[in-house]
């Protein structure tokens, strides 16, 4: 009989223990041995054979396979029948997290953006897998970022928006599927990262002539796109600096003001 304890995830311990009978002879204790396709299991730095208790500490993905515990009579010499189990092995989540090129993630509209999407496996994924990345923007739409770069367990993909639209502000979603290569004992798994990317707006208009010894207005308007709840405060500057209240110019409320030109 093979029961089972602890959750077969990658990283995580899990054990198999095996009990075997004589059944009508309640004397004889048999000896349990496990094995796998390669031989009889023995001790080792992450797995340990104690008394019929096979302990995966941690359980790494090339640990999955078909495993085969046997119980001997020795002063019989009787075997009973191999009792064979599957380990199946989840691969834990990844570690995701996106970086935006600007620390705030507000940025004008009609600039560049790029984002990063870091991915860390678990060290206990040494197996041959596949790991890929979805981006997902606002709207559910998908925008094509670059094929993961594998710098050992670690991953990158880079998302680079060209002359951001207003329709391009949003949150953006790294979605990573980890997949097996070739292995039929081990399970994939995703994480994912969010991001909201916000972009400020500014439209400058113009009021009265600029004739000499009139009035003339610039009025500068900021908003976030996105999100409505923000207002920038607005500044008027030259290249000497920024311009305050004096000598017929007055700044109120994005408005800088000629009086007279």
Avoid: E
Avoid at 23 to 29: A, I, Y
Avoid at 33 to 46: K, Y
Avoid at 133 to 146: M, Q, S
Wanted: aromatic content about 4%; overall charge neutral.
């Amino acid at each position: 009989n093979i029961t089972t304890s602890g959750s077969p995830v990658a990283g995580q311990m899990y054990t198999l223990t095996c009990t075997g009978t004589i059944v009508g002879d309640t004397t004889l204790t048999p000896v349990v041995t496990w094995s796998n396709p390669n031989g009889v299991i023995t001790n080792r730095s992450d797995i340990t054979v104690s008394n019929g208790v096979l302990t995966f500490n941690p359980l790494h993905t090339s640990h999955g396979g078909q495993y085969t515990c046997q119980s001997v009579v020795t002063s019989l010499n009787i075997s009973t029948a191999s009792v064979i189990t599957n380990v199946i092995v989840q691969i834990p989540t990844p570690a995701v997290s996106i970086i935006a090129a600007i620390p705030s993630q507000v940025v004008q509209i009609g600039s560049n953006v790029t984002l990063t999407c870091n991915i860390t496996l678990d060290p206990s994924v040494d197996s041959a897998v596949m790991v890929n990345t979805t981006w997902i923007g606002p709207g559910g739409r998908i925008y094509n970022g670059t094929a993961p770069n594998k710098n050992g367990f670690s991953y990158q993909s880079i998302l680079t928006l060209v002359s951001l639209k207003t329709t391009d502000v949003g949150a953006y979603n790294c979605s990573v599927p980890v997949t097996p290569a070739n292995s039929l004992y081990i399970i994939s798994t995703t994480g994912s990262a969010i991001i909201q990317v916000l972009a400020q707006l500014v439209t400058i208009t113009a009021t009265g002539s600029l004739s000499a010894g009139q009035t003339y207005t610039l009025r500068c308007v900021g908003s976030l796109v996105g999100n409505t709840s923000i207002t920038p405060v607005v500044s008027w500057n030259n290249s000497n600096g920024v311009i305050t209240n004096g000598n017929g110019i007055t700044v109120s409320g994005g408005n800088l003001t000629f009086n007279p030109i």
